[in-house]
Structures are given as C-alpha cells and as structure tokens.
C-alpha cells in the first residue's frame, strides 16, 4: 500500500526558514506535491517534482529524490500568513489506469511566531 | 474565471440517510476527483471521474458513488450514512498530471 510519513508540527518565528521533510512509499510512483491548507479552508497547490532535484517558486521551494523515496519543502522568510497546514502527497495509480490519484501524508502544522 | 465550486457548503444529516454533494470543476478541466478529509487529517481519496467514467477508486466501500456529467460538473454520493462519515469532502479539479485544484468543500456533519 501507500504510506507518507511528515512531522506533525514545526514552530518558527518570523523571517526563519523551514524544512518540512516528507518520506514515502508507493508503487507506481509518478510525483510529489506539496500543498497549503489555512484552518476552515481547501488545499492549495504549492508545488510539484517528477524529477529528482531542487524547484524554487518565491519563497517555497521543493526537492524530489526518488531513488530515496523522500523530498522536502523548503519555507523561507516566514511570514506570519504562513501558519498553515502543509501536505505532501504522491501522485500515483493503481491498476491500468493512470491518472492523477493524490495519496496524502497526515499533514505538518506550521506555527509562525512573531 | 471561476475556481472550483461545491454546493451545498454544510450539511446536516442523519444516520441512515442519503446525500448528494456537488462540483463544478475549474472552466476546461475534464478531470474531477472527491476526497474525504476529517478533523485533524490529510484528504482521503475517494474516487476520480474522467469522460464520465470512474477511472480510479480508493479505498472506500460502495455506498459512495459518484457520478459525470458532460459538463464535466460531478455528484458524490453517500447512502445509509454512518456517524464516521461526517468530514469535510473536497472536489478537485485538473487538467494535466500534478496539479490539482480543490473547492472549498461540503461540511457533512451526521447525527
């Protein structure tokens, strides 16, 4: 089966930066993405990597290394807004049919202290 | 352009009864997927409906079923509801691999 495993929370200040890993295990693996989710709100899309390496969007950036079947999203100048949940899930398929079947981690709360 | 929208946004019902939840996915996406997020926890996948087929199902029994229309807007359906169904059940949307764009969701609480 599928399993993603994150740390279930991270408190930082201000300005700081933060690293939210994310390990999985899957078969039919095709990529990783990262979403942002504020309290009584939906998902929002962060970031995707199918290939391996380092993908930067403003403040966010986020990495994939498949042959370690783990990846990262990186926070920096934290801002206040930033309190948030954040998930990383694997885009994968099962059987015949592929698609875009999102299989998500348990989430990792972000606290942004002043 | 309009982002995804579900209707209703709460939902208040009772054990045993039936619901039907509501989607229009993104303008020019074909691909529609629901998911089952509860308190506290990531979104379960339910199922995803391309070209008014189910195309992949997750692990969730058959009292859910959904359903495509050619519009490509999308139904969830739940029957004989049970207290553990009471979560917020999300649409998502997509046209291409990777990104998924999410409704604000339905609130389904069962009594």
């Known amino acids: 089966g599928q399993s993603l495993e994150q740390p279930s929370e991270v408190t930082a200040v201000e300005g700081a930066i933060v690293q939210i890993n994310c390990t999985y295990q899957?078969?039919?693996?095709?990529?990783l993405s990262w979403y942002q989710q504020h309290d009584g709100g939906a998902p929002t899309f962060l970031s995707y990597?199918?290939?391996?390496g380092l993908e930067e969007t403003g403040r966010f950036s986020s990495f994939l290394s498949r042959s370690d079947s783990y990846g990262y999203l990186l926070l920096q100048e934290l801002q206040m807004k930033d309190s948030a949940s954040y998930f990383c899930?694997?885009?994968?398929?099962?059987?015949?049919?592929?698609?875009?079947?999102?299989?998500f981690g348990g989430g990792t709360r972000v606290l942004v202290k002043p | 352009d309009a982002g995804v929208t579900q209707s209703p946004t709460h939902l208040i019902k009772t054990r045993g009864q039936q619901v039907t939840l509501r989607c229009s996915p993104k303008s020019g996406h074909d691909t529609v997927s629901w998911y089952q997020q509860a308190l506290g926890q990531g979104p379960q996948f339910i199922f995803q409906y391309y070209e008014e087929e189910e195309r992949q199902r997750g692990n969730f029994p058959d009292r859910f079923s959904g359903h495509q229309f050619p519009n490509y807007s999308s139904e969830l359906n739940v029957n004989a509801l049970l207290l553990g169904d009471s979560a917020l059940y999300l649409c998502?949307?997509?046209?291409?691999?990777?990104?998924?764009?999410f409704g604000p969701g339905t609130r389904l609480t069962v009594l």
């Open positions: 998502a949307s997509s046209l291409y691999a990777g990104e998924q764009f």
């Open positions: 899957t078969s039919g693996f095709y990529g």
């Open positions: 899930a694997v885009r994968d398929h099962t059987g015949e049919a592929a698609g875009n079947k999102l299989t």
């Open positions: 990597n199918a290939l391996d």
